[in-house]
């Protein structure tokens, strides 16, 4: 069946966990960044 | 500019305007031209999201701070990611489950009219003046480069933009954004790659960010807690979160984005494609403002970036001072580049302090004539606000890029502009059609009567942001301004969507008389405390929220409930 038009069928489910792991990662090398040349 | 490059920015100007226009065919009714019939993928809405967010502003205003004032301001965004998360998790299934077109109109569904005709209204009010200034930005560059009036510049830029999106509708403005978006980011690394290329040979990548440093530019986190400064982490992940939620959740330009993905899913993932990008793509912006800062350790910057406030001084009667200073600063800069070079090749870690601190004092005299100098033009002048700020990356693209490069950067500049000025008319055209036209005069009006009137009031919504544009053309840092004017209503706005999603028993008049409130609070701040102005984001949503709530429960009271 086709999927129907702007519900919640289409699209998986966001990854939210991932997105935080993301940005504590890029929190960390912005913050090194910092440190190594300062 | 050469030839090749004018050849270049003309074909994209071509190329993008016949991009935009061929997808009228696929705007069928208002569905079809304000939402694509809520039918494109999450990648091509992301990247809409990103390219609407990114303006021209970003390109000039922030590559300017970055040279004048390095990575700081990379902390404003901080919070971003956490923003589309809680936004992904709460408004965007309330906004597809509503079927909604505008944000606001959800209001309507949750609370009364007027709160819904208000806070479209305040949208109106705030997004029109804004567009406004995102139109000035470029303008300014192009009246830079073509030696002719703004006036004609901002017409060059809106137009064209106004005549895609009045036709191609969202569908137009989605996959435009696309292509510009690639564009911008092409242009971006252009530039980091060439600035480094153009360093002395013998200052690496490496040198270069030491030097950097040194000066102070690298830093990306400020731990003080100082509500007069809005570059601070409290302030990028505490204020700027009010910012995020507000301008991603409840701004049309920005809803109207995830409104046309195929699903609420998808509509999540074009926002959390933000999450994951945006401050890398922010550091990247920065960067090259901080390349351009070490550019000009090596290549001596002219004292103003401003070429006309420059002329009006060295033929004016003031110019044998102009010129003491212009020497003054030859010298300083002079001191400055040798201390730079010292530093890079300084070789283990005693000489290499000992040349930092000598290049942080040469550093620091440069700034004093240079700050010195603008005084002078501010004295001279008369215009007090005068900042060249914005001219310093414009001006590198032209003096030093090589052509074909420089054809790229420009018309990166005009996409960058673009891509936020079709959202915003576009999103600007919907809450008058949706929230007020349909709502309130033509409730039954047939689609294609519709249909025409929304195209009429895009096209109308673009002849405003141009008139506005014109006399916004010299504001100093634009994306200040730009910013300032949106946190006026912005924090009040989004408390109103607080008490709508978060407190079930907030009803209308506590949102309506909270959201009057919030704005009240939002002005006596403003006028009478130093607090930076993203905070003033949080105190709006904070005052609707508990007055929302206070009114709403004293109603509940009177009527017995």
């Keep these: 069946m086709a999927p129907e038009r702007g519900s919640a069928v289409t699209g998986r489910e966001p990854r939210y966990g991932l997105v935080l792991i993301v940005w504590a990662l890029v929190l960390a090398g912005l913050y090194l960044f910092q440190q190594a040349f300062s | 500019m050469h030839p090749i490059d004018w050849t270049i920015v003309g074909l994209y100007l071509v190329w993008i305007v016949w991009d935009g226009l061929r997808l009228t065919r696929r705007s069928h009714g208002i569905e079809g031209y304000f939402l694509a019939s809520r039918s494109l993928p999450w990648w091509a809405v992301g990247l809409s999201v990103m390219a609407t967010q990114l303006s021209a502003i970003t390109m000039i205003g922030t590559t300017g701070q970055g040279y004048a004032d390095g990575m700081r301001f990379i902390q404003y965004y901080y919070a971003l990611p956490l923003a589309m998360i809680v936004l992904s998790v709460t408004l965007v299934p309330f906004f597809h489950n509503a079927r909604v077109y505008t944000a606001y109109e959800y209001l309507e569904q949750r609370f009364d009219v007027k709160t819904r005709a208000f806070t479209s209204f305040l949208f109106l009010l705030s997004r029109g003046m804004s567009v406004g200034v995102v139109i000035s930005a470029p303008a300014i560059v192009l009246s830079v480069v073509l030696g002719v009036g ?52 013998d200052v690496g990548l490496v040198d270069a960010m030491q030097i950097a440093g040194a000066a102070g530019r690298l830093q990306t986190f400020d731990f003080r807690f100082d509500l007069t400064n809005q570059y601070t982490f409290w302030s990028g992940t505490i204020a700027a979160f009010f910012l995020f939620c507000s301008y991603f959740g409840t701004d049309q ?108 004092a040469r550093e620091s005299e440069a700034r004093e004539v240079r700050d010195r100098a603008v005084t002078f033009v501010k004295d001279t002048t008369g215009d007090l606000a005068y900042n060249d700020v914005n001219f310093v990356f414009p001006t590198f693209i032209l003096t030093w890029m090589p052509t074909g490069l420089v054809g790229l950067l420009i018309a990166a500049i005009f996409a960058a502009a673009m ?143």
């Design chain 2, 419 to 561: 891509s936020s000025i079709s959202a915003e008319l576009a999103s600007l055209s919907t809450a008058t059609m949706i929230d007020f036209y349909r709502r309130f005069y033509r409730p039954d009006g047939a689609d294609a009567h519709l249909l025409a009137v929304s195209r009429v009031a895009t096209g109308l919504w673009g002849l405003f942001a141009a008139g506005v544009a014109a006399w916004a053309a010299e504001l100093g840092s634009l994306i200040e301004v730009v910013n300032r004017f949106g946190s006026f209503f912005y924090g009040s706005i989004l408390g109103v969507f607080i008490l709508a999603v978060g407190f079930p028993r907030a009803n209308g008049h506590g949102a309506f008389l909270g959201l009057i409130a919030g704005m009240a609070s939002v002005a006596l701040v403003a006028a009478f405390t130093p607090i930076a102005f993203l905070w003033h984001n949080v105190v709006g949503a904070v005052v609707v929220v508990v007055v929302g709530l206070l009114v709403s429960r004293v109603g509940s009271l009177m009527i017995g409930d």
């Design chain 2, 253 to 360: 330009s920005q809803v109207q984005r995830y409104l046309t993905a195929r699903s609420v899913n998808e509509a999540r993932q074009s926002l959390l494609m933000s999450a994951y990008w945006k401050i890398p793509l922010q550091a990247l912006v920065l960067l090259v403002g901080v390349g351009l800062f070490v550019f000009h350790l090596f290549t001596p910057p002219p004292l103003l970036f401003n070429p006309v406030h420059d002329r009006v001084l060295r033929q004016g009667p003031a110019a044998p001072e102009f010129l003491a200073i212009e020497r003054e600063y030859g010298e300083a800069v002079q001191g400055r580049k040798e201390a730079a070079s010292d530093l890079a090749r300084a070789e283990d870690d005693a000489s290499r302090a000992a040349a930092a601190a000598s290049f942080r």
């Design chain 2, 150 to 201: 703004v006036t004609t510049t901002v017409l060059l830029i809106a137009v064209p933009t106004a005549v895609y999106t009045m036709f191609g509708g969202v569908q137009a403005v989605t996959w435009t954004d696309v292509k510009q978006m690639y564009l911008i980011v092409g242009g971006l690394v252009a530039a980091v790659v060439v600035l480094f290329l153009r360093l002395p040979s």
